[in-house]
């Protein structure tokens, strides 16, 4: 029996790869996407995910790359991209009424601020990787399943990235691939979780 339903926020709640959104948002030429999207995949970047610096390092490092654009237009860019899809915040809504919902994303510090600041209560707990020091696809998992070893059971875990999947499945989840929005409601029609 389903008790709980349990996302990942960048790629499922707010759908669209970050670089992407940014990429969009700031009206980026080629090359500075490209520039931004060799910058997001630095380590550095990553060490940001399990919460290594502060606020404004992603940002600041951001801009770096992105000389002819304003730091202040890069952070309200990052505000913009960090925002959840309304439909899947009216799909967490519905559901909520008879499962609890939790989230469990790899975050770096900015779009964390905005979950917790505007997310927070859609979701009976929140689990980010900036915050608990551990990235998915194993890490963070574990840091859970330490906290809560049952965390997993009786649950349906939604994931864009098909490897964060396989550990939740292991423990007892449900897991749902993100390809889209109606891939997803045909899922949890399938499993009578929305009719």
């Known amino acids: 029996m389903i008790k709980k339903i349990i996302f990942d926020y960048g790629g499922v709640i707010s759908y669209g790869s970050r ?9 980026l030429d080629q090359i ?6 060799k910058r997001l995949k630095h380590p550095d970047i990553k060490k940001a995910a399990v919460g290594a610096y502060n606020k404004e390092f992603v940002s600041t490092e951001i801009a770096k790359v992105l000389t002819d654009i304003t730091y ?3 952070c309200y860019a990052i505000y913009l991209a960090s925002q959840p899809e309304s439909k899947m915040i009216d799909l967490v809504i519905k559901i909520k009424e008879d499962y ?5 994303s790899n975050s770096i510090p900015e779009y964390s601020e905005y979950i917790l600041d505007h ?3 859609l979701f009976d707990g929140i689990y980010l990787s900036d915050k608990y020091h551990a990235r998915k696809p194993t890490d963070l998992f574990e840091k859970i399943i330490s906290i809560d070893e049952s965390f997993f059971s009786n649950s349906i875990y939604i994931d ?4 964060n999947l396989h550990l939740p499945q292991t423990y007892g989840a449900i897991p749902i691939e993100f390809i889209s929005y109606s891939n997803l409601i045909e899922n949890l029609t399938e499993l009578s979780i929305i009719e």
């Open 32 to 37: 500075q996407r490209e520039a931004l999207e």
């Open 72 to 74: 202040n237009d890069i």
């Open 119 to 121: 997310c927070n209560h």
């Open 100 to 104: 609890e919902i939790y989230l469990v």
């Open 19 to 27: 670089t992407d959104a940014l990429a969009g948002i700031l009206k």
């Open 160 to 163: 864009d990235v098909r490897a």
